[in-house]
């Protein structure tokens, strides 16, 4: 630790250090300006897109520099707003003795919005990482961060992975500025509380904790946060990264946040009380805690007639038992009990299975392999072609296998049935979740017929009613039964009568709007 105080003291080329930036906070700005450069250079490697510009002040003999990194900031708004008015306008930045106070210069001489002082090297080097410009002046312990960012990113678009039919079309994109200000266009609630922290060691991410004060129950924000603060990692890359290290259950094969890349699905999650998190460099955002019946619904429920999303609503649901139990109730019926099936079924079904060489499971194991296949396929694809591949593929191999005799037809139906059972599905990660389970319930009906099928799904719910989320149930309001935050899981009713906010999630606010006039609210007991 020695040499190292003593290398940085002396300004000396070589390299000085090497870690995260937690270890420069021992360290502070010298009244050499050259010693500044150096040492700061040093510890950014001497990278080429570190951009240095050394000038006078004015007419006067005071030197200063910028340090910023070229992709990050505005070169225009940094050459006009910084080094132009130094250079020019340098009367301004004088004390009664002639000389350069730095306080006049901050408070009279930068129209930029944020502008800090700083002194320790940990600040100033993560600011310039972040975007920001640092003014260092001859002769000051102290500089300046200048916030002068400019981000280069694609625009706002629609959603990938969540298309609706009706309601708005907007999606994430991976500026954190920008996902912000579609959060605040829907929100004009001075109660909307972003808080931003950083994440990582190296990284230095910015996450940002959003919440509606006043709705959200300050004891569910305060163990959201305290988690996310606990967290001690080299880098992030998504909030999806980050929530895994604050589940008490991280390997659960069912999703235990709701990732999104719909700005109006974060705002009603908000607006009921629960907390969302964004990250930069993300497209997407995560609301907490989740339940099974909040990943079942869509934002479409809510632009319909509320019987016609009923009937969709637990259409996803049926779709979804069919995506886990389909095949294995298909095997376990043929080979274990086709007594149960009408005779001229069993009939085309034995006609169809004529010249199969394998059994139903080898079937069905065979067409699931090939299935993710194609769907690995068509998303690696260019997207001009992926769907295409998608579709073509499943056709011609699907008609190939049944004219070689390799497969059956019947079981191209099962199987093409159980995948787009899956795709009705909301939430890709429930999606996925109902694929990987359909695996043990096919083994489990070709090794015990119905009664397996029936242990596992008896597995299947005690798994579920164990999972938790934040100390929130899995199957919450399901289980337990809240006959009044049940209008909105397997049912969507009317809109009028789910005039308060979801009683699970305790918010502080319980009213999400008043009833029209004449309507009661119907009795839950």
Not at 126 to 143: E, P, R
Not at 397 to 410: C, R
Not at 483 to 496: E, M, V
Request: hydrophobic share 45%; glycine share 6%; with cysteine.
């Amino acid at each position: 630790m020695l040499s190292l105080l003593k290398k940085l003291a002396s300004g000396k080329k070589d390299r000085i250090y090497e870690g995260t930036t937690e270890h420069l906070k021992q360290f502070r700005l010298s009244p050499n300006i050259g010693d500044n450069t150096t040492r700061l250079l040093d510890i950014m490697n001497n990278s080429f897109d570190i951009k240095t510009r050394a000038f006078k002040i004015g007419r006067t003999n005071t030197r200063a520099a910028v340090i910023y990194i070229s992709e990050l900031v505005d070169e225009i708004t940094v050459n006009n707003n910084i080094i132009k008015s130094l250079i020019l306008e340098s009367t301004f930045v004088m004390d009664k003795n002639g000389k350069v106070d730095l306080d006049l210069i901050k408070d009279s001489m930068l129209s930029l919005a944020d502008v800090e002082e700083t002194e320790t090297f940990d600040e100033i080097v993560l600011g310039i990482m972040s975007g920001d410009t640092f003014l260092c002046i001859q002769g000051f312990t102290k500089g300046l961060l200048i916030s002068a960012r400019k981000y280069k990113g694609r625009t706002v678009g629609q959603p990938n992975l969540e298309p609706s039919v009706k309601g708005p079309q907007e999606a994430f994109v991976e500026m954190l500025s920008v996902n912000i200000g579609l959060i605040r266009r829907r929100i004009r609630d001075p109660n909307l509380t972003f808080e931003i922290h950083k994440l990582g060691r190296r990284a230095k991410a910015d996450i940002v904790l959003m919440y509606i004060k006043g709705i959200a129950h300050k004891d569910l924000i305060d163990d959201i946060r305290n988690k996310l603060l606990a967290i001690d990692i080299d880098k992030v890359t998504t909030a999806v990264e980050v929530s895994k290290l604050m589940l008490d259950r991280p390997h659960s094969i069912f999703p235990l946040v709701q990732v999104t890349e719909r700005p109006d699905k974060v705002v009603a999650a908000m607006n009921e009380g629960r907390v969302a998190m964004i990250i930069e460099g993300a497209p997407d955002a995560i609301t907490l805690p989740v339940t099974l019946p909040i990943l079942m619904q869509s934002s479409d429920d809510y632009f319909e007639n509320w019987m016609a999303a009923t009937v969709i609503r637990m259409t996803r649901y049926v779709c979804f038992l069919i995506s886990v139990l389909f095949p294995a109730i298909y095997i376990s019926t043929t080979s274990y009990h086709p007594g149960m099936l009408p005779t001229r079924l069993v009939l085309s079904i034995t006609a169809s299975r004529t010249g199969v060489p394998f059994p139903a499971v080898l079937e069905a194991l065979l067409m699931e392999f090939t299935l993710e296949i194609l769907q690995e396929a068509g998303i690696r694809l260019p997207r001009v072609v992926g769907q295409t591949v998608s579709i073509v593929g499943g056709l011609v191999i699907g008609q190939a296998a049944v004219q070689a005799g390799v497969v059956s037809p019947i079981m191209v139906i099962v199987i093409s049935i159980t995948a787009l059972s899956s795709f009705a599905i909301p939430d890709y990660s429930l999606s996925m979740a109902s694929r990987i389970i359909r695996i043990p319930f096919i083994l489990l009906a070709v090794t015990f017929g119905s009664f397996g099928i029936a242990m596992g799904m008896l597995f299947l719910l005690a798994y579920l009613s164990s999972l938790r989320c934040f100390g929130l149930s899995y199957l919450t309001p399901l289980t337990p039964f809240r006959p009044r935050d049940s209008r909105d899981s397997l049912i969507r009713a009317p809109l009028w009568t789910m005039h308060k906010r979801p009683e699970f999630l305790h918010p502080e606010d319980t009213i999400k709007h008043v009833p029209p006039a004449g309507r009661n609210e119907p009795n839950d007991n």
